[in-house]
């Protein structure tokens, strides 16, 4: 049976993202992940192959594929990479979006042909609003998972370990932390299954929407306000997935909130290094410098490229 690592290496422009020596630091950089700024690509196309297949390779399921309409809510990378699926595979993609986002971002998602509808509402609103939209040839695709809707969760999830598959192959050894930015938690899981035993694993929130340090302190999962802005979009989730915290809850080793300032300046100090990380990948790096986990050897996970200004120099 066909993993989630070969059949990426299946679709058309795979090559393994980079992993980039910076100082103390290793950094794997997804800036361009299928020509596309982020790594969410791995989980929606996964997902996408085992609701609509399964297939052995991306080929072999475009050319078996009916007429349907791909649906998510997004706050902006997973959209985009449905609906960059949704093109090459020749179907139609509707994209709620919460408040707030970039026109850039809506533009990015628009351009790729889908349909895209701006709920005016919080992230998890939309979730809810997409999910309810759903009828007739309409498919599914979200990135996080509660009661009742748990399969494509997981399949994104385990669509996600391609990443650190390549990690395996790039990194000399396992490095004794890894550093991922945290929204509703699917990256965190796919990164706490793949490491258990073998590295920690630190998870870096917005202090404005840090729903699994709010969880892991009261014991259980709560929702926390996402309403004020950050320039952090794509982590601005206020609800873990229902099955990231089990996961989260008895594997994490730690998690911490970093504010738009901090994530700023580390953005600017890897802009520095030419590596073009976005507010959300350069949230890693600020998480490691704030937490100052004793570690010799760290691996910060750059989920998105630069994709605005945000205040910050031009390297």
């Known amino acids: 049976m066909v993993d989630s690592l070969e059949f990426h290496r299946s679709m058309p422009g795979y090559a393994p993202t980079p992993l980039i020596e910076f100082g103390n630091y290793w950094v794997k950089?997804?800036?361009?992940?299928?020509?596309?700024?982020?790594?969410?690509?791995?989980g929606a196309s996964w997902a996408v192959?085992?609701?609509?297949?399964?297939?052995?390779?991306?080929?072999?399921?475009a050319d078996t594929v009916n007429a349907v309409t791909l649906v998510?809510?997004?706050?902006?990378?997973?959209?985009?990479?449905?609906?960059?699926?949704?093109r090459t595979l020749g179907v139609t993609a509707r994209i709620y979006v919460p408040a707030g986002l970039a026109e850039s971002t809506l533009q990015t998602i628009c351009d790729e042909g889908a349909t895209v509808i701006d709920t005016g509402r919080s992230y998890d609103d939309a979730v809810?609003?997409?999910?309810?939209?759903?009828?007739?040839?309409?498919v599914?695709?979200?990135?996080?998972?509660?009661?009742?809707?748990?399969d494509v969760p997981r399949w994104i999830v385990a669509g996600y370990d391609t990443l650190f598959s390549e990690i395996d192959d790039q990194y000399p050894g396992?490095?004794?932390?890894?550093?991922?930015?945290t929204g509703v938690g699917s990256l965190l899981q796919a990164a706490l299954e793949h490491y258990r035993g073998r590295a920690k694993v630190l998870a870096v929130e917005p202090t404005t929407a840090a729903c699994v340090g709010a969880s892991l302190k009261a014991g259980r999962p709560v929702s926390v306000d996402t309403s004020a802005p950050t320039i952090m979009a794509g982590l601005?989730?206020?609800?873990?997935?229902?099955?990231a915290w089990p996961v989260i809850r008895d594997h994490l080793d730690a998690a911490v909130a970093v504010?738009?300032?901090?994530?700023?300046?580390?953005?600017?100090?890897?802009?520095?290094?030419?590596?073009?990380?976005?507010?959300?990948?350069?949230?890693?790096?600020?998480?490691?410098?704030?937490?100052?986990?004793?570690?010799?050897?760290?691996?910060?996970?750059?989920?998105?490229?630069?994709?605005?200004?945000?205040?910050?120099?031009a390297p």
């Not at 738009?260 to 976005?278: C, F, K, S």
Request: proline share 7%.
């Open 128 to 138: 809810q609003l997409a999910a309810d939209s759903t009828d007739g040839d309409d």
């Open 49 to 61: 192959n085992q609701v609509l297949g399964p297939a052995p390779t991306f080929a072999e399921l």
């Open 72 to 86: 998510t809510a997004t706050d902006g990378n997973h959209g985009r990479a449905l609906a960059y699926l949704a």
């Open 29 to 42: 950089d997804e800036s361009n992940r299928f020509g596309l700024p982020a790594f969410k690509i791995l």
């Open 140 to 150: 599914l695709i979200q990135d996080t998972a509660w009661p009742g809707y748990e």
């Open 174 to 181: 396992v490095p004794d932390l890894v550093v991922v930015p």
């Open 259 to 313: 504010t738009d300032d901090q994530a700023r300046a580390a953005m600017e100090l890897l802009h520095t290094h030419n590596i073009p990380a976005g507010p959300c990948g350069a949230a890693a790096l600020a998480g490691a410098r704030l937490a100052a986990i004793p570690a010799t050897s760290v691996v910060l996970i750059s989920t998105e490229g630069r994709h605005g200004d945000y205040g910050i120099h």
């Open 236 to 243: 601005n989730c206020g609800t873990v997935s229902s099955i």
